[in-house]
């Protein structure tokens, strides 16, 4: 058993245990992680969240996250801005900027004036290989069978895969029975995250949002990007777009193909620890 310092943060209730592994040896094995998110056994979380060094010049640190279940994934956007808030309030940095490395590519969140953190997420990418996805052709949207019926989704990669269907009620949304069968669907090789995306207008949408390997989350990051992503390429949204979840409000903007996406919102530590592990 070893003592690992840690951080418990949360980005609109999305919550993390977020790890320095520069300052202190870590040896994230998938029990450990289990152990760790475990919310009567452990901390509590739907990631953790691992602060790396990073020896190439431009980049500032490595970033790498793993899910509830023990598994790493790609990429997180509420994890993005508490990974931000992380480096700067523990002296690992004194810039308001940081260049991150992901499994994906170089993100780079910025802490603004008022508290909040913009996110440049990255262009998301839409060929079913890159997703993966597995469909013959590109697509605005995809008829996917599900149990008994067929849903029409849309399909995008945000450095971690997505589909999003579009609903008229988020609060009446299947996102219980659907999720699952959605985040381990067969044409969805790696899995991918659900969201559940009501238009309330043209800047504004609700947002639920069912994690593979983590169950619905109060907020998902990447999954409010995916969603403003496939409502503006469905010509629903505008650029700029905020976001309503149940863990709070983000906003996203996108200006179309080739850009790239940019999230802004809180992130927070809610408090500080050491745990045998």
């Not at 990418?125 to 849309?154: G, K």
């Not at 219980?176 to 790696?190: D, F, K, M, S, V």
């Not at 969603?227 to 983000?250: H, K, N, P, Q, Y």
Request: charge should be negative; glycine fraction near 12%.
């Amino acid at each position: 058993m070893a003592t690992l310092r840690f951080s418990k943060m949360q980005g609109l209730g999305n919550d993390f245990v977020v790890i320095d592994g520069i300052r202190q040896h870590v040896d994230l094995t998938p029990e450990r992680v289990r152990f760790l998110a475990d919310r009567h056994f452990g901390v509590g979380c739907d990631q953790v969240l691992l602060v790396e060094a990073d020896a190439r010049a431009e980049v500032d640190f490595g970033y790498r996250i793993f899910n509830a279940d023990g598994g790493e994934v790609e990429q997180c956007g509420n994890g993005a801005r508490c990974f931000a808030r992380f480096v700067h309030d523990n002296g690992l940095t004194g810039k308001r900027e940081i260049r991150v490395r992901t499994v994906k590519g170089i993100i780079t969140p910025r802490l603004e004036a008022d508290g909040q953190v913009t996110v440049d997420m990255g262009a998301p990418r839409f060929a079913p290989a890159e997703i993966p996805f597995l469909a013959d052709r590109e697509a605005l949207t995809y008829p996917l069978a599900l149990a008994d019926s067929t849903l029409t989704v849309s399909a995008l990669s945000m450095g971690n895969p997505h589909v999003v269907q579009v609903v008229a009620d988020v609060d009446a949304a299947p996102v219980a029975t659907q999720g699952p069968l959605l985040t381990t669907h067969p044409r969805l090789p790696q899995g991918a995250n659900a969201g559940f995306l009501a238009v309330q207008d043209r800047g504004h949408i609700r947002l639920r949002v069912f994690e593979r390997g983590a169950g619905e989350t109060l907020a998902c990051g990447t999954g409010a990007c995916a969603a403003v992503v496939a409502g503006i390429r469905l010509g629903l949204l505008d650029e700029a777009v905020e976001v309503s979840t149940r863990g709070g409000s983000l906003v996203i903007r996108w200006q179309g193909a080739g850009h790239p996406v940019w999230m802004t919102g809180p992130a927070v530590t809610v408090f500080r620890g050491e745990i045998e592990s």
